[in-house]
């Protein structure tokens, strides 16, 4: 509320989803937000149905794939993985809880596959890796 990002030392936040979260959450320390009412929330949470002891694989590791990857941790996933072509974010996934992390070409070569996948690219190209990597039911 009223804080400016630019310059700021930031060593916690709370974000209430729209705009804020998909443009700046990359920026925030991701360890000590407090993530509330965010549509990524929503979408593990309602749409993918994502319950304690389920896998789940994120593809697109920027703010809001980040931010699922903790809430899904949070939930009690059994297996999470993160997707993305950006070794930086593979390794920042890692360092967040993600079980693993990957290219999506070696996601696709390795055979892993979840009940529920969030495409959080918002590219075609990422709703087709998403699709790919989905179980048979999932």
Known sequence: QGADLNGANLSAAQIRGGNFANTYIDRV??????????????????????????????????????????????????????????????????????????TPADALQSGVRAPVVLDATGVGRGFETAFELTQVGG
């Open 29 to 102: 320390n991701m360890r000590k937000a407090q993530l509330r009412d965010a549509d990524f929330r929503g979408a593990i949470l309602n749409a993918g149905r994502i319950q304690a002891g389920q896998d789940l694989i994120v593809v697109g590791l920027g703010g809001i794939g980040m931010a699922a990857l903790l809430v899904a941790r949070a939930i009690g996933c059994r297996t999470i993985t993160g997707v993305d072509p950006s070794p930086e974010k593979i390794s920042l996934a890692r360092s967040l809880g993600a079980d693993d992390a990957m």
